[in-house]
């Protein structure tokens, strides 16, 4: 299957990444921030984007209330539940809104300087919460499977006071190590920022702690395995489109657990072919929503 992205045509300058930004991108595990749209355009964008994702899933929302009441884990619910996006992460399969924002030109043309000419779109989801202050440092379990590119689109309530911290060049350590394995083997508490640092330190001593502090409409890029930590200083419910690109050669899946051992679930994710061809078969693509 071959899909030509067509989106924005109007939108004709060039959205590659430059030799430099790519450069970047593979030493420090991030690149950006980048203008999506004008602050002034969020906010419609925002409540669209919600009032539209809070009709497909009136369902949903109503049995994650019900679990919420005997205590049922998010995951544990059945995906059936999901309709075709089968779970969180798969709204690009199924809002139109949503994969084509997605899949605008400004964030796929980036995209495409990283993985190449063949991109697979495997999740996109809207976040919004209140607070994130006691989350842990994490690596996403997805990618101690896989490789792939994470986008955070900065939308509303986005502020100094709700940055996405990493530690850059943790993408690469050696095996890929990752915090949670960290905390297993060593002890390492992963609500302690500076622990957190030494322990990367400890396999990349050029790793450093960066606060990523976005404006709505923003967007920046980080490689699925860096150790990263979402925050939320401010009271006011911050709201974040995530998207997850990664090259067709990877299998994807959906996790049933957080913790290793990792298990998966037996039916397979709806992924769109954002760019390109998909040469492997293996992956669960499906037509992007109209
Ligand atoms: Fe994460």
Redesign the pocket.
């Known amino acids: 299957m071959v899909i030509n992205n067509s989106l924005s045509s109007e939108k004709i300058i060039n959205n590659n990444l430059s030799e430099e930004d790519l450069k970047k991108f593979r030493e420090q595990g991030f690149i950006g921030p980048f203008k999506f749209m004008e602050a002034d355009e969020v906010a419609s964008l925002t409540k669209e984007l919600k009032k539209i994702t809070a009709r497909a899933f009136f369902w949903k929302r109503l049995v994650a209330k019900i679990a919420r009441i005997f205590k049922i884990q998010d995951h544990q619910i059945p995906s059936f539940v999901w309709g075709k996006a089968k779970w969180g992460k798969g709204l690009h399969a199924t809002i139109p809104l949503m994969y084509k924002v997605s899949n605008d030109p400004v964030i796929l043309d980036k995209i495409s300087s990283i993985l190449g000419d063949n991109v697979l779109q495997w999740s996109t989801q809207i976040l919004s919460k209140t607070s994130d202050v006691d989350y842990p440092w994490?690596?996403?379990v997805e990618h101690i499977e896989w490789e792939g590119i994470?986008v955070w689109l900065a939308l509303s309530n986005v502020s100094d006071q709700t940055p996405m911290d990493i530690v850059t060049r943790t993408h690469a350590l050696p095996n890929y190590t990752y915090p949670q394995e960290l905390n297993r083997n060593e002890g390492i508490d992963l609500n302690d920022d500076q622990a957190v640092l030494e322990a990367a330190q400890k396999l990349d001593p050029e790793c450093e702690l960066l606060s990523m502090k976005l404006k709505p409409g923003e967007f920046f890029i980080f490689a699925g395995r860096l150790w990263?930590?979402?925050r939320i200083y401010s009271s006011l419910e911050r709201t974040v489109m995530?998207s997850q690109y990664s090259p067709p050669s990877e299998k994807i899946q959906i996790p049933t657990t957080f913790e290793p051992p990792i298990t998966w679930k037996s039916s397979l994710p709806p992924c769109v072919l954002a760019k390109g061809k998909d040469d492997y078969g293996h992956n669960l693509v499906v037509e992007p929503p109209e």
Do not use: A, L, N, S
Request: avoid cysteine.
């Open positions: 994490h690596g996403d994470t990263h930590v979402p995530i």
